[in-house]
């Protein structure tokens, strides 16, 4: 690693961490945020992040642990809640909706066609 840094270092190309630590953190800002007003992230910021978590690995300017606490942090600044109490919450809601489609279909065809119209 010390041969890239001197080679970076003799073209000027020395990184700022910060800003990159920030930048990142906008990136999963974004894609948290698309996610709570539209229900998914659009792809290509999706797929920008990631090449961003890719590049801070591979760079080793966070570790896993760094990051995985920054997403938490960002998440839970969109979301109000962790990652894994929207997980549940997300499940319970799918489950609520799954029981629904099935007390729907409990009903006689002629009462649910009532229903619809």
Do not use: C, W
Request: overall charge neutral.
């Amino acid at each position: 690693m010390s041969n890239l840094n001197t080679i970076t270092k003799n073209k000027g190309l020395t990184m700022n961490h910060n800003r990159y630590i920030t930048t990142l953190k906008s990136e999963f800002s974004s894609v948290f945020t698309q996610l709570k007003t539209h229900g998914k992230s659009n792809d290509k910021d999706r797929h920008r992040a990631e090449g961003f978590l890719h590049a801070a690995r591979v760079l080793e300017i966070m570790s896993d642990q760094d990051i995985q606490s920054l997403m938490d942090t960002v998440h839970f600044d969109i979301f109000k809640m962790t990652i894994e109490q929207r997980k549940q919450q997300q499940k319970s809601q799918q489950h609520e909706l799954t029981d629904e489609f099935y007390k729907l279909l409990d009903l006689p065809t002629f009462i649910r066609e009532h229903q619809a119209g």
